[in-house]
């Protein structure tokens, strides 16, 4: 089991920068595929990003690509989310999730353990 903790939500203008980061601990780190999602007011949930347990691949969101940066330290157990030119729509609670099963993909379902979430707020 794996307990996650995130951090480096916050309010940022349109076109500003945040790093989320969550933490880790429990198992060893570098058996859990890790991604970060997310859900806005009235909203589902919905995929950001996510990355292989050694950090060498990530896949993200088509609305988010070109612009957010997943990355991972097995050293440290924490994997990071890098959003530069953030819009409006980015607004939303930032969840981190991981599992030890399967490849890494877009289902919420399919990953076992969540965080708290962290607020995002971007405003226009």
């Known amino acids: 089991q794996v307990q996650l903790v995130e951090s480096g939500g916050g309010l940022v203008q349109a076109g500003g920068s945040l790093s989320l980061s969550c933490a880790a601990s429990?198992?060893?780190?570098?058996?859990?595929?890790m991604a970060w999602f997310r859900q806005a007011p009235g909203k589902e949930r919905e995929f950001v990003a996510a990355?292989?347990?050694?950090?060498?691949?990530?896949n993200y969101a088509d609305s988010v690509k070109g612009r957010f940066t997943i990355s991972r330290d097995n050293d440290k157990n924490t994997v990071s989310l890098q959003m530069n030119n953030l819009k409006p729509e980015d607004t939303a609670d930032y969840f981190c999730?991981?599992?030890?099963?399967?490849?890494?993909?877009?289902?919420?379902?399919?990953?076992?353990?969540w965080g708290q979430g962290t607020p995002v707020t971007v405003s226009s």
């Open positions: 990355i292989t347990r050694s950090g060498g691949g990530a």
């Open positions: 999730a991981a599992s030890e099963y399967g490849r890494v993909n877009y289902y919420s379902r399919s990953y076992t353990y």
């Open positions: 429990g198992r060893t780190f570098s058996i859990y595929k």
